[in-house]
C-alpha cells in the first residue's frame, strides 16, 4: 500500500494524474454558464502567421518567427480582439515533444502579452492541396493562384486511417493538454476541426478519432471546456458534437440571414455557443453585416483569417492558377502584408464592436 501512495504522489508531480478526478461526461449546463459569463465578448480569429504556408511552418524549429507573431498580435490588440484559434500540429511535436511544449508555451506567452487567449485545435482534416500528410522541416513556397496548396493536416492521412497506431495521436493529445490543463491562457480545447472533412474512405476512421480524442481529454479533465465544431449538417455527427462538448462551437461563412438560422438552431441546445469559423466576404458573411449580430446575441466569434500571407487566403476556396487571376473581393484576412488594413471601413466596424479590453487587463 505504501508502494502504491508513493506511485500516485509521483505520477502527480509528472502530471500523469491529475489531482481533480477524471469526468467521463460533459459539463453541466451550469458549469458551462458559469464559465461563459464570466469571459467578455468573445471575438477574435483563425490565426495563422503570414510566415507560414501550413500549420506545420507555423511550429517547425525551422521556421517558428516570435517576432512576427508579436508584431501580428499587435494588430490584434490594436482592434481589441480577445482569442485566437490555432491548429497544432502532430508531426511537428512527435519530432521532438520537449521542443513543441516549449515553443507552444512561447506562443500562449505571447499572446497573453497582448490580452489574447487561445484556442488549440488537435487535429484538423482538411486538405486542398496535393499531399494529405504533413512533412516536418522546410516547407515549400507558395504556388500562385492557389488557395492554400501545401496545407497539412494533423495528423494525416496515412496515420488518420493507421488505427494501430492511434497510441502515438493519444500521447501527444494527453501531453500538451496535461502541460496546459490549468492554464489560463488557454480559452477552451478544439479538440478536431471538421472531421470527416475527407474523402469517404477516410470518414469511419474520422469518426472513430474523434471518440477517441473526447475520450483522452475527459481523462486529463482540463480546467477549460472542450468541443468541436459542428459544420457540415451531418445529422448524426451533430448530435454527437452535441452531446459530447462541453460549449457548443460552430463554422458558417454565409450571409447574414443563414447565418443567423444557424445560430437560432445552436441556442436551443443549452450550451453556450461560440461561431469558430466565419467571415467570407463574397458569400455574404462580413464584418459590416454580422459583428453586430454576433455580439447582440452574446454568441462568440472567431473569423477566418488576420494577415495575407503564404496561405492565400484572399483568393476563393478551391481557386487553382488555372482559373486565371483573381480580381473578385477578398475570401478572408483583414490586413495586406505590409500590415495595412484590405477594408478601413472594417477596421473601425471591429473597433466599434469590440470596446473591451484584454483578458490581461481584465483579470488585473
Known amino acids: 500500500m505504501r508502494n502504491l501512495i508513493l506511485l500516485f504522489v509521483a505520477c502527480l508531480s509528472w502530471g500523469v494524474v491529475d489531482p481533480v478526478v477524471a469526468q467521463d461526461k460533459p459539463w453541466s449546463r451550469e458549469r458551462a454558464w458559469n464559465w461563459y459569463n464570466n469571459m467578455p465578448w468573445l471575438c477574435g480569429v483563425n490565426y495563422i502567421p503570414a510566415y507560414a504556408i501550413n500549420y506545420t511552418a507555423m511550429w517547425d524549429k525551422t521556421t517558428f518567427s516570435a517576432k512576427d507573431i508579436d ?5 490584434l490588440e490594436d482592434l481589441r480582439m480577445n482569442c485566437v484559434r490555432v491548429v497544432l500540429q502532430h508531426a511537428v511535436y512527435e519530432d521532438n515533444p520537449k521542443y513543441f511544449i516549449k515553443t507552444f508555451n512561447r506562443f500562449l506567452t505571447l499572446c497573453w502579452h497582448h490580452g489574447i487567449k487561445v484556442m488549440p485545435i488537435f487535429f ?32 494525416g492521412y496515412t496515420l488518420l486511417v493507421d488505427e494501430n497506431q492511434h497510441s502515438r495521436l493519444e500521447r501527444y493529445v494527453t501531453d500538451v493538454m496535461t502541460h496546459f490543463a490549468q492554464d489560463e491562457r488557454i480559452l477552451a480545447w478544439d479538440l478536431y476541426n ?13 469518426m472513430s ?17 472542450v468541443t468541436t465544431g459542428i459544420w457540415n449538417g451531418n445529422k ?10 462541453d460549449i457548443i462551437t460552430f463554422h458558417c461563412y454565409d450571409n447574414k440571414e443563414n447565418t443567423t438560422q444557424w445560430i437560432d438552431s445552436m441556442v436551443p441546445k443549452g450550451k453556450p455557443v461560440i461561431c469558430t469559423e466565419w467571415m467570407n466576404r463574397p ?18 466569434c472567431m473569423a477566418w483569417g488576420l494577415v495575407n500571407g503564404k ?38 466596424i471591429i473597433k466599434k464592436s469590440t470596446e473591451q479590453r484584454g483578458f490581461k487587463d481584465i483579470i488585473r
Open 283 to 300: 458569400r455574404g458573411s462580413t464584418y459590416a453585416d454580422l459583428l453586430l449580430v454576433f455580439k447582440e446575441k452574446r454568441v462568440g
Open 194 to 206: 471538421e472531421p470527416t472533412g475527407t474523402s469517404i474512405p477516410l470518414v469511419e476512421h474520422s
Open 124 to 155: 484538423d482534416d482538411c486538405s486542398f492541396g496535393v499531399s494529405n500528410d504533413p512533412v516536418i522541416g522546410r516547407q515549400p513556397e507558395p504556388l500562385r493562384g492557389w488557395y492554400a496548396w501545401a496545407w497539412s493536416p494533423s495528423p
Open 209 to 225: 478519432l474523434l471518440r477517441k480524442v473526447f475520450q483522452w481529454a475527459r481523462r486529463v479533465n482540463p480546467s477549460q471546456p
Open 71 to 75: 508584431r501580428e498580435l499587435q494588430l
Open 236 to 245: 448524426e455527427l451533430d448530435e454527437f458534437l452535441s452531446e459530447h462538448s
Open 311 to 348: 496561405t492565400q487566403t484572399d483568393l476563393p476556396w478551391g481557386h487553382r492558377p488555372e482559373h486565371g487571376e483573381y480580381t473578385g473581393p477578398w475570401q478572408h484576412d483583414i490586413y495586406r502584408a505590409d500590415y495595412t488594413p484590405y477594408d478601413d471601413n472594417e477596421v473601425q
